[in-house]
Every structure is written in C-alpha cells, then in structure tokens.
C-alpha cells in the first residue's frame, strides 16, 4: 500500500483565540476570588431569605439579582429585539426569600445555563468580539462579557461576605 503523501489541513487557530480562552476564564470565575458555582454550593435552605447585620441583601436576592442582570446582558448580545426590564425594580426578586426550594434550585440551574450559553458565543470564532451589534449604542459581545464577569465577581463577593455572616461559609 502507498503512502499519501498529501499533508493533513490544519485549522488555523483565530487571531483572537487567546482572547476568547482569557474571557472565558473570566467568565467562569475562580481565578482570583471564588467562583460562583461555590458561593452559591450548599447554602442551607432556612438561610437563602437571611439578612445578616449590616449587610443588604439575602441569597435569595443576590442569586436572583445574577440571574436576572446576566439573563439580560445575554438576551441582549444575541436579540435585537429584546426590551431590558425596568432599572433597578426589574433586578431584584419582589421578596427577600424564595417561594420554595425548587424555585431556589431553578433560578440556580437557570443561571448556569445563561452563563454556558454566553460562554458558547464567547468563544465561538464566528462571533466576532468587536464588532458592535447593530442595534443599542456601540455595544459589543467583548463588552457584554466584561460587564457579565465583572458584575458577577461583585455580587459573588457579596455573596461570600453574607455566608461568612451568617457563619454558614466553609471554613479553609
């Protein structure tokens, strides 16, 4: 049998691929604080609607108030007709606790597939990063996914200093 001798093609990887491997780190968090998947793991039932002293928000708000803002950042990069909600009324649950635990376990679930959805046109070649959608004011997918990550970071913060109140984050 004769050997081919023709030369496998080879993808060449996208100018911007380092890019899109940082953004997507980013975006899934861990980094250089914890990620979100751990702020949010085993927080109790009886403590997802607690306030601790001096802090705002309750983990019920907080998980909602991401879901909610990432939901957004997400339908806006990929619809031109979408119609963000009412700022700031439309960010934040109507109620410091959840209806029920499979409310909680929904918005969680919820969450993690926006977040895996952003992340699959992140880094997707075929969306470009800097090119500005056609409708809003400039805004770009690269954009988008900053403002995600950087939100996110901020309340996944939140999140940890309400664990550490409330005496419910696991000691190291």
Same mark, same amino acid.
């Given at each position: 049998m004769k050997k081919s001798t023709r030369k496998l093609a080879r993808t060449k990887p996208s100018?911007?691929?380092? =890019?899109?491997?940082?953004?997507?780190?980013?975006? %899934?968090?861990?980094?250089?604080?914890?990620?979100?998947?751990?702020? =949010?793991?085993?927080?109790?039932? !009886? %403590?997802?609607g607690a306030y601790a002293k001096g802090l705002p928000h309750t983990a019920w708000q907080l998980l909602e108030h991401l879901r909610i803002a990432q939901w957004d950042i997400l339908e806006f990069s990929r619809n031109a007709k979408y119609v963000s909600p009412d700022f700031p009324e439309g960010y934040w649950p109507k109620t410091p606790s959840p209806p029920s635990d499979s409310a909680w376990l929904k918005s969680v679930k919820s969450l993690r597939n926006?977040?895996?959805?952003?992340?699959?046109?992140?880094?997707?070649?075929?969306?470009?990063?800097?090119?500005?959608?056609?409708?809003?004011?400039?805004?770009?997918?690269?954009?988008?996914?900053l403002l995600l990550a950087d939100h996110n970071a901020y309340h996944v913060a939140q =999140?940890?200093?309400? !664990?550490?109140? =409330?005496?419910?984050?696991p000691e190291s």
């Open positions: 100018p911007d691929a380092s =890019l899109r491997r940082q953004l997507v780190a980013l975006l %899934k968090g861990g980094n250089a604080h914890v990620g979100l998947a751990d702020a =949010l793991a085993d927080i109790p039932s !009886r %403590k997802r926006d977040l895996a959805t952003l992340i699959r046109m992140v880094a997707n070649p075929k969306n470009n990063l800097n090119a500005a959608f056609p409708w809003g004011s400039g805004q770009t997918l690269l954009r988008e996914a =999140l940890v200093d309400l !664990r550490r109140a =409330l005496g419910i984050w």
